[in-house]
């Protein structure tokens, strides 16, 4: 994209402000923004630094479970404005006995609109420590200890874990959801 994607305006926000707000609509009591070394902290939110700089969304993982600790954390990347918080409801339905849920579809799991619970810490800490930095993987480790619950997509959400990665992404968004 070329620049920080969670300053791009959407609709009438910045998306760093619209995912917040999907994550306190949510029901999460205290949302935060997970920001690698020298990217600018938008004023007015609470942000944190990825743990591990350099290791992509496996660093942002860490530091916001470390943060969250003890309770469960739901994560939303902030450049998937198609998420909204009756995603989180569903996702929600499926977090029993300490589980937390992550959907999946044909490309594999969606790690970045999930919900992850405590327990997940151990497992993203043995796979940074064996430089290990997919999310995928680490998603299909935490099911098989049954930390979390990989949920096949409903088909009418299937568009909705478009990630805004080119200006392409930006164009193809809703006439009224555009920059």
């Not at 690698?36 to 479970?65: F, K, Y």
């Not at 999310?135 to 990630?163: E, K, M, T, Y």
């Amino acid at each position: 994209m070329g620049r920080d994607k969670a300053f791009l305006v959407v609709g009438a926000a910045p998306l760093w402000k619209r995912q917040l707000g999907v994550l306190r609509d949510s029901g999460v009591a205290d949302p935060f923004l997970v920001r690698g070394l020298g990217q600018e902290n938008p004023e007015g939110a609470r942000c944190i630094h990825d743990s591990h700089p350099g290791i992509g969304p496996m660093g942002g993982l860490h530091a916001a479970l470390i943060a969250a600790s003890p309770s469960p954390l739901a994560v939303l990347a902030v450049d998937m404005p198609g998420i909204g918080p009756d995603w989180f409801a569903w996702l929600g339905g499926f977090c029993t006995g300490g589980a937390g849920a992550v959907a999946r579809h044909a490309q594999g799991c969606e790690p970045l609109a999930a919900i992850y619970p405590p327990s997940a810490l151990p497992v993203v800490n043995e796979a940074i420590a064996a430089r290990d930095y997919s999310l995928q993987r680490v998603a299909h480790r935490l099911a098989g200890l049954g930390f979390i619950r990989l949920v096949d997509i409903r088909p009418q959400d299937a568009g909705r874990l478009r990630s805004l990665n080119t200006a392409g992404d930006l164009g193809a968004l809703e006439p009224g959801s555009r920059p």
